[in-house]
Nanobody, 122 residues
Framework: VQLQASGGGLVQAGGSLRLSCAFSGRTFSGRTMGWFRQAQGKEREFVATLSWTDGTIYYADSVKGRFTISRDNAKDTIYLQMNSLKPEDTAVYYC????????????????WGQGTQVTVSS
């Protein structure tokens, strides 16, 4: 399974970006797709996760109410709509796939995209 993330960029605080992650390679009948981020000098942290089987969604508290994860089944793509961005949202954002049900730790994800940089200026 290959994951291709895109949509990052530079935005001012309060602005919005939408990240996309397309997956391909074989039919991914896996359980969960998620977004993580890693700021410079920090560990990779959970952002949001979506169950491909039942649509359940979890968000990190830090992004709840500002970010929305969604999917397009026909395009095998997930999205992360990020609104009201803050400078502390600056990080490399990664999409990932897991065969588990709604994990929130990086070690429980089996497939990773290459990351896309999001920079929020103050």
């Amino acid at each position: 399974v290959q994951l291709q993330a895109s949509g990052g960029g530079l935005v001012q605080a309060g602005g919005s970006l939408r990240l996309s992650c397309a997956f391909s390679g074989r039919t991914f009948s896996g359980r969960t797709m998620g977004w993580f981020r890693q700021a410079q000098g920090k560990e990779r942290e959970f952002v949001a996760t979506l169950s491909w089987t039942d649509g359940t969604i979890y968000y990190a508290d830090s992004v709840k109410g500002r970010f929305t994860i969604s999917r397009d089944n026909a395009k095998d793509t997930i999205y992360l709509q990020m609104n009201s961005l803050k400078p502390e949202d600056t990080a490399v954002y990664y999409c990932a796939g897991s065969l588990r049900h709604l994990p929130t730790t990086p070690s429980q994800y089996n497939f990773w995209g290459q990351g896309t940089q999001v920079t929020v200026s103050s």
